[in-house]
């Protein structure tokens, strides 16, 4: 099942600027590194935040993390075409089961059964799940109600956005990891035109990443502008 190579080379915890989430990262951290040890850690922990709250980022670092550790982990988007509730079988063998979007599945009782013993299944195994949603477990709107409470079960920490000043250090740290060096007048140029949630300014980013080297040209507000004028042209 090739659901690993979803992890985005970007996705880790140190990339992930904390501002208000610095208690639930720590506390993913220490979870992986009980892990690891063989400690025993609590079974579930859930994320639940707005888009642009870093839920999928923190999923993908962790798996990174338990990997690095010498820990079986897998990322299962729900929200993604082709995920099927059988891909749920069989996980209890991985030690750490990151499920991003679990909003997506709420109300289809096949898929709520298929978590609710997944989530059985690796507690008696001694394996974690980190999930992630838009809303805390009880919130989801879950037919199954013994669901809800399965996933509330260990510490829930609902996510916190950036302030302005942590999306502008997010997008110039993400640019430094792509080696592309923007300077802090196009940063805020950047955020008072464009959508400011992370992931449009992610998705952004790596369109003028491309930009700037087809055209060998630095990030500057006069090439951001040409960059504009160019796909009103489209």
Not at 98 to 126: H, K, M, P, S, T
Not at 202 to 218: G, S, V, W, Y
Request: aromatic share 6%.
């Amino acid at each position: 099942m090739p659901l690993n190579l979803r992890l985005k080379d970007s996705s880790s915890f140190e990339n992930y600027l904390n501002g208000g989430n610095a208690a639930a990262v720590e506390h993913v951290r220490t979870a992986i590194a009980l892990l690891a040890h063989g400690e025993k850690s609590e079974s579930v922990l859930f994320l639940h935040g707005p888009a642009g709250t870093g839920r999928t980022h923190l999923l993908q670092a962790a798996c990174r993390e338990a990997h690095h550790a010498g820990l079986g982990a897998m990322y299962v988007p729900l929200g993604e075409a082709g995920i099927v509730p059988a891909l749920l079988e069989n996980l209890e063998g991985v030690a750490l089961v990151c499920l991003d979007e679990v909003e997506r599945i709420a109300g289809n009782e096949e898929w709520e059964r298929a978590l609710f013993a997944l989530v059985e299944r690796l507690r008696v195994a001694g394996g974690m799940l980190i999930a992630a949603g838009a809303r805390p477990p009880r919130e989801l709107g879950l037919k199954l109600p013994d669901l809800a409470t399965r996933l509330g079960w260990g510490a829930v920490y609902a996510l916190r956005p950036l302030d302005d000043a942590g999306r502008l250090q997010a997008v110039q740290l993400r640019a430094r990891n792509r080696g592309l060096e923007m300077p802090d007048d196009v940063a805020r140029y950047i955020l008072a035109r464009y959508p400011r949630d992370l992931d449009s300014l992610f998705a952004l980013l790596e369109r003028l990443d491309t930009a700037t080297l087809a055209e060998q040209r630095r990030l500057t507000i006069p090439f951001l502008r040409r960059f504009e004028d160019s796909k009103q042209k489209l």
